[in-house]
């Protein structure tokens, strides 16, 4: 009981000391300390987004005899439009939304489960494991997809092999399954890297909790369910955002399938469709539009999963 | 109650990227159900062999021939002609893969330091000092966390064609500086790591804003700004979007664009050597991993806790 006394709070936000000072000194200071960060940071990420929004209004267009110049001109809302009255767009959208209704719950699921194992009284040599599942992160998402298309490559796997030996048709490419293919990568390549973090929260929970419930008789199952899992909450935020985030701009796995998988075209997801648009057609409004577009999906989606998230907890 | 309640100063400390210390036998006085056991251990099993097949079977590769390659069992080793693998890659194209490697360990070691330096620091004065612009800096911050950071990399690429940064090693070393992600640790582990009364010693004894920022906090949050340096270093490290939209020319690519350039090019005939080039620019990333753990975890959790 003591212990919980004595722990440390974990966020003193104490911002004082300086305040009242406000001295010319302290202002040079800590412009000092901000200063690079911010100007690169308006170079980087504010230029482009402003960049964005104002080219998604305009378009590159040729006179109509084809000769001269092409000219960039007004068109309101027309790359919007043209966005959401595309088939591919809709398509594009649909497969990443499809992704990660499916995957990412499934690797969220199999991430806390393996945490919550790896926290729980029966598990073993927590560090080797611990490792293990960790290691896929260390291999870059690119070469990740290109090792795992080599896996599924119809002449070259070892899993196609196998269902040959067993007179099973296996196709890892088709149009029905690449999807899944690929969000199979991303689950291998994920799943470690969540668990971690649920199971640094796990870790950072009171053992006391714990050992109360058990004294009141509650199972191991139960204390993981009714104890643990709320605990972790922010934990669960934090992945889940992180997933979104990385769904809606999924291109690796796709790009490096697109090369042994006929199923996969050049607009496949919502990143290549904005990347084909800008630089195969050079019709920038447009990939500008899209991108705008996804940055809003991602937006809502992260406050609702937030807000579900959250919720869930009263 | 202190001999059966064992103190664990740090296990509930999470913000300071100091290793836990490891747990004495937790539950310890539980008696785990034999069954329990077992399953527990058959389901972590099954799982590690999910995620070590494809290492497996590139440990397995690496040492065959392109023939080899799929003559045999993908699982099970043939001839081993991993020297001349090796050789093979090491050799193509003028040596162009070790040009790639150490572009791949430019960009992610300046780019990486920088990273760290300015994202620390601005971590730190917002965790510090009470200026105007603060809440806003940080919005935008997080902000700047939550964004899909590919949907800005086409309007970059326009951004800096008109400066004449594309195609240099610019175009991959500016973005890749901003890492605001670095502030927000920053900002955690300076708000748990430098006390306002060491700041009020130091101005006492004199020393600058910037003096005690540089000489007593640094120095405190050491061990914070080798965990934000290795985020840092591996997420530039595995960015393939930006320098596939930003770079044009091969002997300024990184090794993963390199590696997806050979894979997109050689087909059936070269596999071995995009496997071969697979596992060498993984081994380092690997050693890091292993060996710094520690900082990893320390990392991860300050994400996981304070969010």
């Known amino acids: 009981m003591t212990t919980t006394a004595v722990r440390p709070r974990v966020a003193p936000q104490v911002v004082r000391g300086a305040t009242r000072r406000g001295t010319r000194r302290v202002r040079g200071a800590i412009l000092t300390l901000i200063a690079p960060f911010v100007l690169l940071f308006l170079f980087v990420y504010v230029t482009p987004i402003v960049y964005s929004v104002v080219q998604s209004f305009f ?118 399954v690449v999807l899944w293919s690929m969000a199979n990568i991303t689950t291998w390549a994920f799943t470690g890297y969540n668990m971690l973090i649920m199971l640094s929260a796990l870790q950072a929970i009171p053992r006391e909790q714990f050992e109360a419930a058990r004294i009141d008789g509650a199972s191991e199952w139960r204390i993981a369910r009714v104890i643990k899992t709320p605990q972790i909450r922010p934990a669960l935020v934090l992945t889940g955002i992180n997933s979104i985030i990385g769904t809606i701009q999924l291109f690796n796995e796709p790009q490096v399938m697109r090369v042994i998988s006929d199923a996969v075209n050049s607009e496949y997801v919502p990143t290549m469709l904005a990347m084909g648009a800008a630089f195969v057609k050079n019709d920038f409004g447009y990939a500008a539009a899209v991108s705008v577009l996804l940055a809003l999906v991602a937006g809502v989606l992260s406050v609702l999963y937030y807000t579900l998230a959250m919720r869930r907890s009263q | 109650m202190t001999a059966t309640t064992p103190v664990r100063p740090d296990a509930t400390r999470v913000d300071a990227p100091r290793e836990r210390r490891r747990r004495p036998r937790r539950d310890g006085e539980l008696q785990v159900d034999p069954r329990t056991a077992w399953a527990t251990l058959g389901v972590l099993t099954l799982a590690a062999v999910y995620f070590l097949i494809p290492v497996w079977w590139l440990l397995v590769s690496v040492t065959k021939s392109n023939a080899t390659l799929f003559s045999t069992n993908g699982f099970a080793f043939g001839d081993i002609d991993l020297a001349a693998n090796v050789t093979d890659v090491l050799t193509r194209q003028d040596g162009l893969f070790g040009r790639w490697l150490l572009n791949s360990i430019m960009y992610a070691g300046v780019g990486g330091v920088l990273a760290t330096l300015l994202g620390v620091s601005c971590g730190y004065a917002l965790a510090k000092y009470q200026f105007r612009g603060r809440g806003i800096l940080f919005g935008g911050i997080i902000a700047g966390v939550l964004i899909p950071s590919a949907l800005l990399t086409v309007p970059l690429y326009l951004v800096f064609a008109k400066l004449g940064l594309v195609n240099t090693v610019w175009a991959v070393l500016i973005p890749a500086v901003v890492n605001p992600f670095a502030v927000y640790l920053g900002r955690i582990y300076a708000a748990a790591s430098m006390p306002d009364e060491l700041m009020e010693a130091g101005r006492l004894d004199g020393a600058g804003e910037l003096r005690i920022y540089w000489t007593i906090a640094l120095r ?71 060996s710094l753990q520690r900082f990893w975890r320390s990392g991860l959790t300050a994400g996981a806790v304070k969010s």
């Open chain 1, 59 to 176: 378009s590159l267009q040729t006179s109509s005899l084809g000769f001269g110049e092409p000219s960039t001109v007004f068109v309101g809302l027309d790359n919007y439009t043209k966005a959401i009255e595309s088939g591919a767009f809709w398509s594009a959208l649909g497969r990443i939304f499809a992704f990660g209704f499916v995957q990412v719950p499934v690797m969220l699921g199999i991430a806390l489960g393996l945490a919550l194992l790896l926290d729980s009284a029966a598990a073993r040599w927590v560090s080797l494991y611990r490792i293990l599942y960790f290691l896929p992160y260390a291999i870059p998402g690119v070469i990740a997809a290109v090792l795992w298309a080599y896996l599924y490559s119809p002449t070259l796997s070892p899993f196609v092999a196998l269902g040959d030996s067993l007179g099973a048709d296996v196709d890892f490419l088709g149009p029905r």
């Open chain 2, 220 to 290: 405190l949050m050491s061990p914070a700004l080798v965990t934000v340096l290795l985020f840092s270093f591996v997420s530039i490290w595995n960015n393939f979007f930006l320098p596939l939209i930003m770079l044009s020319d091969q002997d300024l690519y990184p090794v993963t664009l390199g590696i997806y350039n050979w894979y997109t090019q050689t087909r059936e005939a070269n596999y071995n050597v995009v496997i071969t080039g697979s596992l060498l620019s993984v081994i380092p990333l690997v050693v890091a991993f292993l």
